[in-house]
């Protein structure tokens, strides 16, 4: 018998069955169905309501290995692409699968920038929504309609018309994210200045005021190529998954992405970094830590920013993060929430509770800190999110189109309502209990 095979002994028939085991460890979900009670029997599946052990495609994108703290992009070690690359040449490498050489690297650059401008309609869609609205709901909103000024981002099958709107929407979201938070504080649109870096142009439309040229400081520029390097993408995420699960039907690329700003719109995913800025704000001095500590050991309440679905060790984007933490603060003036995270994180990683528990800091832990510092508001922390995964958005979603395994989206469940009834005249129908009301769907 080849070793390559997962043997599975039915006990209610008795029956053994061998199913193959793909790359290294993976069975295919449909190889069950052949085990069966009888003809009629559909066959077994299995049931995992978050997708905790089950792979939903293949992908050259992103590597994690949660337990050693690895992140690749393509192979290239997080920690490297941090430290000497800058965020467009990683949206090359996430994009295309390979650095590019200085002529690559030069056209695809300015590929990105002749694509910054958006629609003047755009700003008066942009006017008719709220002062206060949050600006992830304007972002979300605008990207869903740029589908209506590019129809030919229908044709997804046309590598170049892929290519178009890749550059489109790495270009155009920028632009997008500082009008929606420029029209939350009641300011005046920026333009792009094409002059400048993709991170040096964002603050510029960002934060310009009355000068004539605004020169973002190269500190800060750095720091938020860096955090926009750790978000590019992260494997099947919830919203990368929303990205490929809304882009197995077909629609355009912008259709898709509005779908990932949605999920990513969630405190569990893109406002996961203000969770954790609201309890360091909540504990308020160092001095308060241990209580905190007690109350998360005993169950009370959790540690924000600790923890993560994939890794269970220190979240390698985290400890890049914390270094370049100082660094802006020598520019901003220091946040004082830094020296109760960095207490927090000492005192929790010397307690064998956390340790057992394996809850490390993960990157929303110190990437709040540094936005915080920056001058962002918490709204603006899942759109700073947004910006640079759209890269790794269009990545995935390219290779859900050209993977020929893929078809639409459609998960089974397991039925657990009422079997079959039948239709009873409203007038006949007994009226429910007192106990029947209170155990109803609440939908």
């Known amino acids: 018998m080849a070793n390559n095979t997962l043997t599975i ?49 293949r992908s050259r994108v992103t590597y994690i290995d949660g337990d050693k703290g690895i992140l690749r992009y393509r192979g290239y070690p997080i920690e490297e692409l941090a430290e000497k690359s800058n965020y467009l040449e990683t949206a090359y490498l996430i994009v295309k699968g390979e650095l590019p050489d200085q002529a690559h690297y030069d056209r695809w650059k300015h590929n990105i920038t002749i694509h910054t401008m958006v629609h ?36 997804i099958h046309d590598l170049e018309s892929r290519r178009l709107q890749t550059r489109r929407l790495i270009g155009k979201i920028p632009t997008l994210a500082a009008f929606a938070f420029r029209h939350t504080r009641g300011l005046p649109y920026v333009y792009p200045d094409n002059d400048l870096s993709y991170t040096g142009n964002l603050l510029a439309m960002l934060f310009k005021m009355t000068e004539l040229t605004y020169k973002p400081n190269p500190v800060l520029e750095r720091a938020l190529d860096v955090l926009f390097i750790l ?112 207490e ?39 759109v700073l999110f947004a910006i640079p995964r759209t890269s790794g958005w269009m990545a995935q979603w ?14 089974r469940q397991v039925y657990i309502g009422e079997s079959t009834r039948h239709y009873t005249p409203i007038q006949s129908r007994p009226k429910p209990t007192q ?3 209170a155990v109803s769907e609440a939908i």
């Open 120 to 155: 003047e309609n755009i700003k008066m869609f942009m006017e008719g929504f709220r002062y206060d609205s949050h600006p992830m709901g304007m972002l979300l909103s605008t990207v869903g309609a740029l589908s209506t000024f590019y129809p030919d981002a229908s044709a």
């Open 231 to 342: 978000h590019a993408d992260h494997e099947q995420n919830c919203s990368t998954n929303a990205m490929r699960a809304v882009g197995s039907s077909q629609p355009d690329p912008y259709a898709c992405a509005s779908a990932a700003i949605s999920a990513l719109y969630g405190p569990l995913h893109g406002g996961a970094n203000e969770a954790a800025i609201r309890m360091l704000m909540e504990i308020g001095s160092v001095s308060a830590i241990p209580a905190l500590i007690k109350k998360v050991k005993e169950g009370e309440r959790r540690l924000m920013g600790f923890g993560h679905r994939v890794y269970k060790n220190y979240d390698p984007r985290a400890k890049i993060l914390k270094h370049f933490a100082e660094q802006v603060f020598e520019v901003t003036g220091r946040n004082p929430l830094i020296d109760i995270a960095v």
């Open 344 to 382: 927090l994180e000492r005192i929790a990683l010397q307690d064998d509770y956390f340790i057992s528990h394996k809850l490390y800091p993960n990157v929303d832990f110190y990437s709040g800190i540094i936005y915080q510092a920056m001058g962002f508001p918490m709204t603006m922390f899942p």
């Open 9 to 57: 002994t039915d006990n209610r028939t008795g029956k053994k069955y061998d199913v193959p085991i793909e790359e290294g460890g993976v069975i295919r979900a449909m190889d069950l169905r052949q085990i069966k009670t009888g003809a009629d029997d559909f066959g077994l599946m299995t049931y995992d309501p978050s997708f905790g052990n089950t792979a939903s495609c």
């Open 435 to 437: 106990h029947e009301d």
């Open 398 to 411: 390219a290779e859900m189109v050209r993977d020929p395994e893929q078809k639409i989206a459609r998960p």
